[in-house]
């Protein structure tokens, strides 16, 4: 097969790619921070095109992830973790659309650091 033959057969046969997930993720220092151990929190910032979003804070919630969020504010791959679900369908699409979720980075003395985010997830249609 020659070589362009072969970039068209993996044109159509992958699938096509998210603009979102195409930027590159900055690196992380050995050291990744909690919450209480940064000045200003890493916060989310609203995109309606997502269905499933990070929601507010609330006791039990139904439905918890993981991840750590770059010094550029991007969700790190292969960070994202379930730590509770009782909607496999909102944790579902949370795992699929995560890497489209941006961020505020959390920063130290002015300066952006990796941070571990723990937030409920949620429909934005079961919030309405």
């Not at 970039?7 to 909690?34: G, H, K």
């Not at 997502?50 to 010094?71: A, E, G, S, Y």
């Not at 960070?79 to 496999?88: E, G, I």
């Amino acid at each position: 097969m020659t070589m362009t033959k072969s970039l068209i057969a993996a044109a159509i046969l992958l699938p096509p790619i998210d603009a979102a997930a195409q930027r590159v993720s900055a690196e992380c220092p050995p050291s990744i921070f909690f919450e209480f151990q940064v000045e200003n929190p890493a916060r989310f910032i609203v995109d309606s095109s997502v269905v499933v979003q990070p929601t507010k804070r609330v006791p039990n919630p139904r439905n918890l992830v993981q991840f750590v969020i770059d010094t550029a504010g991007v969700v790190m791959p292969n960070s994202f973790k379930v730590l509770r679900a009782t909607d496999a369908a909102v944790v579902t699409e949370a795992r699929e659309t995560h890497q489209r979720w941006h961020y505020q980075p959390a920063t130290i003395a002015g300066r952006p650091v990796c941070q571990f985010v723990q937030t409920p997830v949620d429909s934005v249609a079961h919030r309405r």
